[in-house]
């Protein structure tokens, strides 16, 4: 049973997060034409990066960039969900560029960016 | 620490920086340059199976100068080490076996970017084999996905790039669902390292807290992989990526990549959540599930296929059903099963690719059954590797897939629930004719003898073989390989045995 209580409030961010990450994956999935699909994976991709974000993030400390000599843990937010996101921002710019790159080389060969239409297409050529 | 223990890091490292060199060298020197990497990395990987055999048990070598809970780490077993020799082995003879029409079919400029990407391939196979951190198993899963995808790609026409396209969006939805799993994996514990996750994962258990986003990270992780790995009603992209691409890439990536996957996917279930608490979670039946309809669904549309090539991609799918089933039934044995499955599968599908390759090249290029009637006579080598193969794939003893079928048989009748027990064996037996059928069919029709006049009359090619050593050879070699695990199994369960119990 679900309740819709303090945490549902004191979540917000991940709620948020997880509900994009639903959007994103679903226009990964469904989307006929790869500009959308391509945009689903970014929207799904940066749900993760928000999630992770809104995990690592401690209310009232600052980022993890020391300075004037404090070297106190209480002082920071926790720094290791920030590289995690670093990381896979990298991840995903790389995947994105290939995808848009593989759009462009279907583009220029079928000039047309829906998936199904250049299978059809395919199965009617007989290769 | 022993000099040998620093195989893991220096076969890792070797491949990647190999595949960055090669990016500046000529096609020819690339090439030299991976085989030798790949033959240096099989080679070190049996050093390390020797040591490790005598030692026994695992160890963690630590990478950078942060210890434990902070810092990155690789983990080095009998298991592990058996794993890269023969991803090595088998990578090395698909490269040597496509070689000469990986000439013809791929643009002599786009030479060493193929190099380059079995480099990279190489090195995170590797990474995925050895790493201890499951972020780092997050990066290069989706190295491997970029390498795979220019691997299908590099040949160009219309249908490789839609089947690249494809197995980008089907591999993309799978890593964002494995990238949540982990992150919540990482919110839950705190820790990214295998060993101090698991910890976490028991005490979590023991207090009965966060039970609900436990299971959801297991599910989330577990179908992100076997999507990933192309199980059943995620296969659309298989065929055409594994049928149309450059014929070693089909082998690379049937035998090869996939693999990575459903052994990564072993080491989270053993090394991460812990194997009891997967039995205890139902994700366990799901994939037993999925796994018997893929082993019926794979074979039956190979039947109905008829063109050789897709024929073979389609019973990769049953093959991949195998394992999973064998991860279903959640006994000791049905995994140890499971893991010389993908040996098994590993060393043959890479052989039938080959040899499916050299008869197609005897019939004038087409991959049509109508076509290749008799095409066993006239490459005599490729007929008798695809023979093979098949026997394999049927489950012929001898043959390495006898033995991967008689230890399910065994895991599935030794399992105490009868509701297991009776959709195994059941499957298995109907699993087993219809491989028979369409691998035997195809058997049958490269060796029915053609007449002369009409051959002459479709200009049909004859090969012997002192005019393809090479590729003669990776046959051979492919046979052996084979044969050995088919009549040595022993050693090799045992060692299987002892990696799985060194995992939990």
């Given at each position: 049973?679900?309740v819709?209580?303090a945490?549902?409030?004191?979540n917000?961010?991940?709620?948020?997060?997880m509900?994009?990450?639903?959007?994103?994956?679903?226009n990964l999935?469904f989307?006929?034409?790869?500009?959308?699909?391509?945009?689903?994976?970014?929207?799904?991709?940066?749900?993760?990066?928000?999630f992770l974000?809104?995990k690592?993030?401690?209310?009232?400390?600052?980022?993890p960039?020391?300075?004037?000599?404090?070297?106190?843990v209480?002082?920071?937010?926790?720094?290791i969900?920030s590289?995690?996101?670093?990381?896979?921002?990298?991840v995903?710019?790389?995947?994105?560029?290939?995808?848009?790159?593989l759009?462009?080389?279907?583009?220029?060969r079928?000039?047309?960016?829906?998936?199904d239409?250049?299978?059809?297409?395919?199965?009617?050529?007989?290769? | 620490m022993?000099f040998?223990?620093?195989?893991?890091?220096?076969?890792?490292?070797l491949?990647?920086?190999?595949?960055?060199?090669?990016?500046?060298?000529?096609?020819?020197?690339?090439?030299w340059l991976n085989t030798a990497?790949?033959?240096?990395?099989?080679?070190m990987?049996?050093?390390?199976?020797?040591?490790?055999?005598?030692v026994?048990g695992?160890?963690?070598f630590?990478?950078g100068?942060f210890?434990?809970?902070?810092?990155?780490?690789?983990?080095a077993g009998?298991?592990?080490?058996?794993?890269a020799?023969?991803?090595?082995?088998?990578m090395?003879?698909?490269l040597?076996?496509?070689?000469?029409k990986l000439?013809?079919?791929?643009?002599?400029?786009?030479?060493?970017?193929?190099?380059?990407?079995?480099d990279?391939?190489l090195s995170?196979?590797?990474?995925?084999?050895y790493?201890n951190?499951?972020f780092t198993?997050?990066?290069?899963v989706e190295?491997?996905?970029?390498?795979?995808?220019g691997?299908?790609?590099?040949?160009?026409n219309?249908?490789?790039?839609?089947?690249?396209?494809?197995?980008?969006?089907?591999s993309l939805?799978g890593?964002?669902l494995l990238?949540?799993?982990?992150?919540?994996?990482?919110?839950?514990?705190?820790h990214?390292?295998?060993?101090?996750i698991?910890?976490?994962?028991q005490q979590i258990?023991q207090e009965s807290?966060y039970?609900?986003?436990m299971m959801?990270?297991i599910?989330?992780?577990t179908v992100?992989?076997s999507i990933?790995?192309a199980?059943?009603p995620?296969?659309?992209?298989?065929p055409?990526?594994?049928?149309?691409?450059?014929v070693?890439?089909?082998?690379m990536?049937?035998?090869?990549v996939?693999k990575?996957?459903i052994f990564?996917?072993?080491?989270i279930?053993?090394?991460?959540?812990?194997?009891?608490?997967?039995r205890?979670?139902?994700?366990?039946?799901?994939?037993?599930?999925?796994?018997?309809c893929?082993m019926?669904f794979g074979?039956v549309?190979?039947?109905?296929?008829?063109?050789i090539r897709?024929?073979?991609?389609?019973?990769s799918v049953?093959q991949i059903?195998y394992?999973?089933?064998g991860f279903?039934?959640?006994?000791?044995?049905?995994?140890v099963a499971?893991?010389f499955h993908?040996?098994?599968?590993?060393?043959?599908?890479?052989?039938l690719?080959i040899?499916?390759i050299?008869?197609?090249?005897?019939?004038?290029?087409?991959r049509h059954?109508s076509e290749?009637?008799?095409s066993?006579?006239?490459?005599?080598i490729?007929?008798?590797?695809?023979?093979?193969?098949?026997?394999?794939m049927?489950g012929?003893p001898c043959?390495a897939?006898?033995?991967?079928?008689?230890l399910?048989?065994?895991?599935?009748?030794?399992?105490?629930?009868p509701v297991?027990?009776?959709p195994?064996?059941i499957v298995l037996?109907?699993?087993?004719?219809?491989?028979?059928?369409y691998?035997?069919?195809?058997v049958?029709r490269?060796?029915?003898?053609e007449?002369?006049?009409?051959?002459?009359?479709q200009g049909?090619?004859?090969?012997?073989?002192?005019e393809?050593?090479?590729?003669g050879i990776?046959i051979?070699?492919?046979?052996?390989?084979?044969?050995?695990?088919?009549?040595?199994?022993?050693?090799?369960?045992?060692?299987?045995?002892?990696?799985l119990?060194?995992?939990?």
């Open positions: 049973m679900i819709f209580g945490n549902f409030i004191s917000i961010g991940e709620e948020v997060a509900l994009l990450f639903g959007i994103g994956f679903a999935l989307q006929k034409n790869l500009i959308r699909k391509i945009i689903g994976l970014n929207i799904m991709d940066s749900s993760i990066y928000l974000a809104e690592g993030y401690i209310e009232g400390r600052l980022a960039i020391v300075v004037n000599g404090i070297q106190d209480d002082t920071y937010i926790n720094p969900p590289g995690l996101v670093l990381t896979g921002i990298v995903s710019v790389s995947v994105t560029a290939l995808m848009l790159s759009t462009v080389r279907l583009y220029k079928y000039h047309t960016l829906d998936l239409e250049i299978s059809a297409r395919l199965k009617k050529e007989g290769r | 022993a040998v223990q620093n195989v893991p890091f220096f076969s890792i490292i491949s990647m920086f190999s595949g960055i060199i090669s990016s500046v060298l000529p096609e020819k020197q690339a090439k990497v790949i033959t240096l990395v099989g080679a990987s049996a050093w390390l199976l020797s040591y490790m055999l005598k026994g695992s160890y963690t630590m990478m100068h210890p434990a809970p902070w810092g990155n780490e690789i983990r009998a298991l592990e080490a058996l794993m020799l023969i991803f090595s082995i088998i090395l003879l698909s040597l076996g496509g070689r000469k000439k013809d079919e791929v643009e002599i400029t786009k030479h060493n970017i193929y190099y380059i990407l079995t990279l391939l995170s196979l590797l990474a995925l084999i790493t951190d499951l198993a997050y990066v290069f190295i491997n996905t970029i390498a795979a995808c691997l299908i790609m590099i040949r160009q219309g249908r490789t790039i839609v089947a690249a396209v494809r197995y980008m969006i089907m939805l890593s964002g990238l949540m799993g982990i992150c919540m994996l990482y919110d839950l514990t705190g990214l390292l295998m060993s101090n698991q910890e976490s994962v258990m807290s039970q609900v986003p959801i990270t599910g989330l992780i992100g992989l990933k790995s199980l059943f995620f296969h659309a992209w298989l055409d990526a594994y049928g149309y691409s450059t070693s890439s089909a082998a990536l049937s035998s090869l996939s990575g996957y990564l996917l072993i080491k279930f053993y090394r991460v959540i812990g194997i009891h608490i997967i205890g979670s139902h994700i366990l039946n799901v994939l037993f599930v999925f796994g018997l893929a019926i074979s549309n190979a039947i109905w296929e008829n063109d897709r024929m073979i991609s389609f019973s049953a059903g394992i999973y089933m279903g039934l959640g006994t000791e044995a049905g995994m499971s893991v993908i040996l098994m599968h590993a060393a043959t599908k890479s052989m690719f040899s499916a050299g008869l197609t090249d005897a019939s004038n290029g087409s059954f290749l009637t008799g066993g006579y006239r490459n005599k490729a007929g008798v590797g695809f023979t093979v193969g098949s026997l394999s049927v012929i043959f897939g006898f033995v991967s079928k008689i399910f048989a065994q895991a599935a009748v030794a399992h105490n629930a297991k027990i009776f195994t064996v037996a109907i699993s087993t004719i219809l491989n028979a059928v691998f035997l069919k195809t049958i490269i060796y029915v003898p007449k002369r006049a009409y051959e002459k009359k049909y090619l004859s090969f012997r073989l002192s393809q050593k090479m590729y990776t051979i070699c492919f046979i052996l390989l084979n044969l050995v695990l088919g009549m040595m199994s022993q050693p090799i369960v045992h060692i299987i045995e002892i990696g119990q060194n995992f939990s």
